[in-house]
């Protein structure tokens, strides 16, 4: 066994091995708590050295096993997917030190549960990531689906259960009903379902069956939330701080546009994605989400509604991209990184206000920049990454998206992305500003927990705040390394 | 008239059936269905022995042509039809629907010994045997025990 | 091929007018609610049709439908309606429907094929040239028995009537489980069952043609044992003949007394060895180099070799035909006589438990 | 099929005679233990004829792999004069299968017979069950159609009583209404066997199938199909015929419960595809125009209709039982396509519930000791209780919705497969909804198990340590068969070409 | 002179028919239980000797006729048991004999049925 098939199998096994141990030593607090975060440190380890080996040009494959004759759950890296994997499970680790002070804090019950499935999760979006073929990825996807249910419903009570229904009915449906139906088709048109770079089904479907492809594909893999698929997201917002955090700004929607890139860029490739008559309706429908998603984040009062749905509408963006093709993908992967850093840090914040004060409402956050100035400060911090301006990494996602937009004529998603970063301007800077700085006479909340912000969760806002500001200088790097992907397409 | 009379028994034998059927399908009591499942399986077999029939025939137990009965059986025969239907001179019926039905008769028995044997537990058990009253009794009672 | 038309002869003449009383017996079950009448109406049926097998050359099946059907079914069914009940409800006309519609459909559908089969009787019918035919030509050399129907039975089709052997066992055992062995009536004195009228000494009349009969009847049973090969009858008739000599032993001398003499614990054991009998014929012919069931070898080739040649028809042993067949027959007797037994204890042993919940 | 011809080790002797003893070690072993001494004998005899059984059918599928078709005389006497064994690729999977299962059911059985039934009649119980084994299996190696009726009797009439008698009354009526149902289907399938007699003069299915080539279409051959289908639809449970079996699998003891919808249904359908592919064959027009407008359609409403009914079940194990009758759609839309690809996607699907549902109510039965109630809402809060007994359920479940890394999920996956070659658009839109529907009927089993609280605070603890080896033995086949499923799609593809289909999407 | 023989043997087996008949009308129109299973029981056993005296005449002198007369002994001995069973079992039951003019319990049966 090569050290690239080692390497990928260590991957894979790492955080499933991690999952078993936590089950089995749940009991012991500590313990357990210790090994999440480290196994989370030796997975962004591995992870990196995956990258490089990418980045080296060297592709490490494995075939782990043959269901059927010609479908194989195989792996296979490429820069996107590398780049992906190393996200998640940075990401990861450094939720891992989060939860451990919000769970704590909050006294959560089945702690043991939810880091199992935790680990359950990320061995999905390992999966998802080095997925070699449009199969496994759809295995692993459902893998992702099914182990973050327990999460969404960690609570158990009704209205924990009934968001768990929801989320599980609209994101396994639609894989079911679209998504599957779409690999299939594939599978039966191409013989495999492998990426293939500059497309798989070059020569093997007409533009009209790929039009039908891409829409079932689209609207299949729900994690993206393109309108009218997105309802899952507002709802699983029931879920506890570090799961809407990880999950649901990182993760599990990161996910489903990562397939939308890798589709694009593998299956379909660019002349296919534009010969197709579907592209430009699926592109405008991008667009109205994108705009509609931030008008209504607008109006929410609720944090985490509200940071849900403005992920819907920088989600929209990605699928844009992906949508576009060619060398909008580079853009929509580096807008995957930094949409992914930047909400994860919005996400904290909101948690910790959550568990010290236990306001969750952003119109009773005003002067609570005063005593939490470190958690408002990377509040700030992302909201600038999110709405794209510098010094930080969302600023060049943001501006490779819009330009590619011009650039391949689709100058209605470029102007419903400007619209919309003014837009979230107007719904995120609020919260930080007025936390800062609120207006004379304001009371703040009291602190319900004593001592204010868990320490623990602290460190990771800071971390992820400051990653932020790394990721405006490592732009650069990162397109060129996904260059490929964009070459690929061409 | 020779078609109605060729095809008479079969005619018959499936309104036989059809009213072991019919009385299977219609009553609400489980002895009467059992009684109606009875006459249904054996009226296939009447179907069956119908077939094997052989006009002028004799049982399917070898028989000398010379003997006195082979003699009395082929007096009001055609030597012709004997020739052309009967085997060492002697016209047998078709043993092979025999020893079918023999087993069907078997089975119809087996099946209505545990048929009747289910039904007096459910006398048992409900009080009834009446398919309308059990089902009544099973909405009504809750998690019931036999 | 001639063309083929049913002669209007006796024989038909009788058929018509025996398959008429069925109909109009038939409808007659249909339309009572006495289930004591429908169940004697069903006997009167079996008879009948017994009757009109024979009409149709089917002595074994007459035979048979006699025994099972007008015999020992109703036996089993009075029992049943002793311990449930003896009449049912009226149906709605509207529930009728349905089934009528189901039965009109099957019906037609039986109709249509049915008008498309050959004429009554006719010899060159495609059921009657084929496998039928070579039965008839090859039994006697083959297997030896002049009653082909055994010959076909227990030799050419042995494995079905393995399989006959198993479901009667498999029907006993079925019982057993819901109806237990009759332990109740072993347990408890008096008993209000089945053999209550039996059970008062004042039966004298019954008792003393009881015991004439009963000999008779098992007499008749063997005979009809071991003159299957040459007539009708078999280990099957036989043994619910034997069978219904053991019910009305019970009948008048009372249950207790009969489970004295044929333990139900017998009586199961010797239902399950009436199958290992069979089966085991099948084993011996496994060991011995032939196939399962092929009573050829039976016996090992040395032992046949010292035969005299009497044995030999056309070159082949019959020899190990004959002992497979009284064999198997043995099985089915065995199995069949103890598993009507038992059924009968089940039966009979079982105290109408009228209370809404019995035992379970 | 190549892996089994190094995978069977018997003597020569014992080979030859392998289709007989398959089905006469089961019949033996019955007799034995109905004169067994005691309760645990009979189990050690009932565990050791079905793992004769299979040991048996594993040295079959070897012969079947090196030579095709195992073909055995009865008595000796060549068909049509005597009943033979013919034994093809299709026959050793339902072999393997029945008595794989029953080595499990089995094994199984030691314990649920203890909580379920009463002391003097577990021995007769194993011995009802041995019968139903080898009747099965007998079903699914003869050649001839009137045996093949006496072995769907031998399977049925212990099969009613062993039903009836349990701990739940609503057995009763339920095994009632089984045995009405399930001897009117083989009554049925008696008078179109006689219509084929009638028309062919013979019962061997080979040769009824070269005469009937030869004989071209008659009423009487319509009749006698359409007397046969209807017939085993009812045995099979095929929609609308499946009004007996939701109340007899959910009430009925778990043995049963374990063993039958994981195989007596199942073994009907083997049947039915024999009469349709080798005895018929679909180059007869009826044939052909019955799969495509009658049973195809039928079995998409089948597919959808019952798993709907599925999800508003309060009793768990009828949850089961409708998601049975609508998997039975699935496995009949498969063979309605007439394709190989159709045919092997459903007999694979067919492997996969066989598994699926034996564990599944395994699992049930296995906490039968401690759950005395079947409605879903006593099951609330049972996975932290029992978490090795209903994790193997969970994972049984997610096969069942067809999720991702089970077997389930590739069976539906050959299914929509073959859909597309067959140019069946509106089968793939059929089996996606009716999967969405499955993945409700899941979710709600596994949120009322792992998501709810327990009712009540005494711990309804694990299932018996012999429970869970079986248990998780399917358990595991299931997943082990979502990753590499090349034994039973081997298996199945085998099946579908012994069955005469040829490969690609010629069906209309 | 076998022709004479088959004759007889014929005429009394229609002979034996025809007193079945005449019982079987009894037992529909005779009034209570007891005249009624008087008259299924003679028939059963008057009947079924004629017929079977006149079948013996019709085989001749063989072993059927042997199986024939076993049979008769048979009926001999069964019917008048079975009748003396049923009647006496009626009695124990309950069941009365109806004694009296005959227009009277004839339109008392029908009143009954009514």
């Known amino acids: 066994m090569s050290t690239g098939e080692t390497l990928i199998l260590a991957t894979l096994l790492l955080p499933l091995f991690t999952a078993g141990v936590i089950r089995a030593i749940g009991r012991a607090e500590d313990v357990r708590d210790t090994i999440t975060l480290l196994a989370g440190i030796a997975l962004a380890i591995l992870c990196a050295a995956m990258l490089v080996r990418t980045g080296e040009g060297d592709a490490p494959s494995l075939v782990l096993a043959h269901p059927l004759p010609g479908l194989d759950i195989a792996f296979k890296l490429e820069p996107l997917g590398a780049l992906f994997a190393l996200m998640s499970s940075t990401l990861w680790a450094v939720n891992s030190l989060y939860s451990f002070g919000y769970m704590r804090a909050k006294r959560e019950t089945n702690q043991t549960r939810f880091y199992m499935c935790f680990a359950l999760a990320m061995a999905g979006v390992m999966g998802v990531a080095m997925a070699g073929n449009l199969f496994t990825m759809f295995i692993f996807y459902e893998v992702l689906t099914f182990a973050t249910y327990p999460l969404v419903a960690h609570k158990g009570d009704a209205a924990a259960r009934r968001a768990g229904r929801i989320y599980l009915g609209i994101l396994a449906g639609a894989s079911v009903l679209l998504l599957l139906p779409a690999i299939i088709i594939i599978y039966v048109l191409a013989g495999s379902t492998d990426f293939v770079a500059g497309g798989l089904l070059v020569d093997k479907a007409g533009p009209a069956t790929a039009g039908l492809l891409l829409a079932l594909i689209v609207f299949g893999a729900a994690k993206a939330a393109l309108f009218p698929v997105h309802a899952w997201l507002p709802n699983a917002m029931v879920a506890p701080a570090p799961v809407s955090a990880m999950l649901h700004a990182v993760a599990v929607v990161k996910a489903g546009v990562f397939v939308l890139l890798k589709v694009s860029g593998y299956i379909f490739g660019a002349d296919l994605m534009h010969a197709n008559p579907v592209t430009q309706w699926l592109l405008w429908l991008a667009a109205a989400t994108i705009v509609i998603a931030s008008l209504v984040a607008m109006t929410k009062d609720e944090i985490k509604a509200r940071l849900a749905w403005s992920t819907i509408g920088q989600l929209a963006y990605i699928t844009s991209a992906a949508l576009i093709g060619g060398a909008a993908l580079t853009a929509g992967g580096l807008g995957m990184v930094t949409h992914a850093v930047g909400k994860i840090t919005l996400f904290f914040g909101a948690g910790v206000i959550f568990a010290a004060t236990g306001v969750s409402r952003v119109s009773e956050m005003r002067g609570l920049g005063r005593r939490m100035p470190l958690t408002f400060g990377a509040f700030l911090v992302g909201s600038l990454s999110v709405i794209g301006l510098p010094p930080f990494g969302g600023m060049w996602s943001k501006f490779l998206l819009i330009t590619n937009a011009f650039d391949a004529g689709q100058p209605w998603t470029a102007w419903a992305m400007i619209a919309s970063s003014i837009l979230s301007t107007m719904y995120l800077m609020p919260i930080a500003v007025y936390g800062l700085l609120p207006p004379t006479g304001t009371q703040p909340a009291a602190f319900t927990l004593p001592g204010g912000a868990p320490r623990l969760s602290l460190t990771p806002i800071a971390i992820t705040a400051t990653l932020c500001l790394v990721l405006f200088f490592l732009a650069g790097p990162i397109v060129a390394f996904l260059g490929p992907l964009a070459g690929g397409a061409r | 008239m020779s078609f109605l009379l060729g095809h008479f028994n079969y005619l018959i034998v499936v309104f036989l059936m059809m009213g072991g059927l019919w009385i299977t399908f219609s009553s609400r009591n489980y002895i009467k269905r059992m009684i109606g499942l009875a006459l249904f399986q054996t009226s296939v077999g009447l179907f069956y022995i119908s077939l094997g029939k052989v006009a002028g025939g004799t049982a399917a137990i070898v028989l000398d042509k010379t003997s006195k009965a082979g003699e009395a059986l082929n007096a009001h025969l055609s030597p012709d039809y004997v020739a052309r239907a009967g085997v060492d001179g002697v016209v047998y019926s078709n043993p092979l629907p025999h020893v079918l039905i023999l087993t069907a008769i078997v089975v119809g028995v087996a099946t209505l010994a545990v048929g009747l044997a289910i039904a007096v537990r459910v006398r048992e058990a409900y009080g009834t045997v009446e398919a309308g009253e059990i089902a009544e009794l099973d909405r009504t009672e809750a998690g019931p025990r036999a | 091929m001639p063309s083929f038309a049913t002669p209007l002869d006796a024989n038909t003449i009788v058929d018509i007018a025996l398959l008429a009383m069925l109909a109009v017996i038939v409808v007659a079950v249909a339309r009572t609610r006495s289930l004591l009448t429908a169940i004697i109406l069903t006997s009167v049926y079996s008879f009948i049709s017994a009757v009109w097998l024979v009409v149709m050359d089917a002595a074994d099946v007459s035979f048979t439908e006699a025994v099972v059907g007008a015999g020992v079914s109703t036996i089993i069914a009075l029992g049943a309606i002793l311990l449930t009940r003896s009449e049912c409800s009226r149906i709605p006309w509207r529930e009728t429907l349905l089934p009528l519609l189901l039965v009109t459909v099957t019906g037609g559908l039986l109709v249509y094929a049915a008008l498309d089969l050959p004429s009554l009787g006719d010899p060159s019918a495609p059921a009657n040239i084929y496998v039928g035919r070579l039965y008839l030509q090859h039994a006697e050399h083959d297997i030896g028995t002049p009653n082909i129907v055994t010959a076909v039975l227990s030799s050419y089709r042995g494995f079905d009537t393995l399989g006959e052997t198993t479901v009667i066992f498999a029907a006993g055992l079925g019982v057993a489980l819901l109806l237990g062995f009759g332990e109740r009536a072993l347990q408890d004195t008096p008993r209000p069952s089945m053999a209550k009228m039996a059970e008062s000494g004042q039966h004298v009349v019954l008792r003393v043609s009881a015991k004439m009969l009963i000999p008779m009847i098992s007499i008749y049973a063997f005979y009809v044992q071991f003159h299957g090969d040459l007539g009708p009858g078999g280990g099957f008739q036989a043994g619910v003949i034997m069978a219904v000599a053991i019910i009305l032993h019970a009948l008048v001398f009372g249950l207790q007394e009969t489970m004295e003499s044929i333990p139900p614990q017998l009586a199961r054991g010797l239902s399950a060895f009436g199958v290992l009998l069979y089966a085991g014929v099948g084993v011996v012919n496994l060991t011995n180099g032939g196939n399962f069931l092929d009573y050829d070898h039976l016996f090992p080739r040395i032992f046949e070799e010292g035969l005299p040649d009497s044995h030999l028809v056309g070159g082949h042993h019959i020899w190990g035909q004959h002992f497979g067949i009284l064999a198997i027959e043995l099985g089915v007797f065995l199995t069949v006589a103890s598993t009507m037994v038992t059924i009968f204890y089940a039966f009979a042993g079982r105290a109408p438990d009228l209370s809404p919940h019995g035992e379970g | 099929m190549n892996a089994f011809i190094d995978f069977y080790a018997a003597p020569p002797g014992l080979t030859a005679h392998a289709a007989p003893l398959l089905v006469i070690g089961p019949l033996i072993a019955a007799c034995a233990a109905a004169l067994s001494p005691s309760t645990r004998s009979a189990w050690m005899i009932s565990v050791g004829g079905t793992i004769f059984a299979f040991w048996m059918a594993l040295c079959l599928a070897g012969e079947v792999a090196r030579n095709g078709v195992v073909n055995y005389y009865m008595g000796g006497f060549a068909p049509p004069l005597g009943i033979a064994f013919r034994i093809d690729a299709l026959g050793v999977m339902f072999a393997l299968l029945i008595s794989g299962i029953g080595v499990m059911a089995a094994l199984f059985s030691g314990h649920t017979l203890e909580a379920e039934i009463m002391k003097g009649k577990r021995r007769l119980y194993q011995s009802g069950f041995l019968l139903c084994v080898a009747g099965l299996l007998g079903l699914s190696a003869t050649g001839d159609a009137f045996n093949a009726f006496v072995f769907l009797e031998v399977s049925s009439i212990g099969t009613y009583a062993l039903i009836g008698v349990g701990v739940d009354r609503r057995a009763l009526p339920a095994a009632f209404n089984y045995l009405v149902m399930g001897t009117i289907g083989a009554t049925f399938f008696v008078i179109g066997v006689g219509f084929l007699y009638a028309a062919t003069g013979t019962l061997n299915m080979a040769d009824m199938s070269g005469r009937l080539a030869t004989l071209g279409d008659s009423r009487v051959v319509e009749a006698g199909f359409a007397f046969i289908v209807i017939g085993l639809g009812l045995k099979a449970a095929m929609f609308p015929l499946h009004g007996w079996l939701p109340a007899a699998y959910a009430y009925a003891p778990s043995l049963m419960g374990v063993f039958l919808s994981a195989t007596a249904t199942k073994a009907a359908l083997y049947l039915m595809a024999r009469f349709l592919f080798t005895v018929f064959g679909p180059h007869l027009d009826f044939v052909g125009l019955f799969l495509t407008w009658v049973m195809a359609p039928v079995a998409g409403a089948a597919a959808i209709i019952c798993s709907a009914q599925a999800i508003f079940q309060t009793d768990i194990r009828r949850i089961l039982a409708f998601s049975s009758v609508a998997q039975v759609g699935y496995i009949m839309l498969g063979v309605s396509m007439a394709s190989a690809e159709g045919v092997s996607a459903g007999l694979f699907h067919l492997f996969n519930q066989a598994l699926i549902k034996s564990a599944l109510f395994m699992a049930l039965g296995g906490l039968a000791f401690n759950i005395k109630a079947t409605k879903l809402s006593d099951f609330s809060g049972v996975g932290r209780t029992a978490p090795w007994t209903m994790t193997a359920f969970a994972i049984g479940t997610f096969s069942l919705a067809g999720v991702p890394l089970t077997a389930g999920f590739l069976s539906k996956w050959r299914l929509i497969e073959a859909a597309f070659a067959a140019h069946w658009l509106w089968a793939v839109g059929v089996i996606a909804v009716s999967s969405l529907l499955g993945l409700i009927y899941a979710g709600r089993m596994l949120e009322t198990i792992f998501f709810r609280a327990p009712v009540s605070e005494e711990r309804a603890g694990e299932a018996r340590f012999g429970v869970l080896v079986p248990l998780w033995i399917l358990a595991a086949a299931s997943v082990w068969y979502g990753l590499d499923a090349s034994l039973p799609v081997d298996l199945s593809t085998a099946a579908a070409q012994a069955l005469g289909l040829a490969p690609a999407g010629a069906a209309p | ?114």
């Open chain 5, 1 to 114: 002179m076998s022709e004479v023989v088959t004759w007889i043997g014929s005429s009394l087996a229609v002979a034996g028919a025809l007193a079945a008949i005449i019982g079987s009308l009894g037992v529909i129109r005779f009034p209570d239980f007891y005249t009624r299973t008087h008259a299924a029981s003679i028939t059963d056993t008057g009947a079924a000797t004629l017929m079977i005296l006149g079948l013996i005449l019709i085989s001749g002198w063989s072993v059927l006729a042997l199986k024939l007369a076993i049979i008769w002994a048979f009926i001999m001995l069964t019917s008048p048991t079975a009748a003396h069973a049923l009647t006496n079992a009626a009695y124990g039951a309950g069941e009365r004999p109806q004694l009296g003019p005959w227009r009277l319990f004839d339109r008392d049966r029908k009143e009954a049925e009514r």
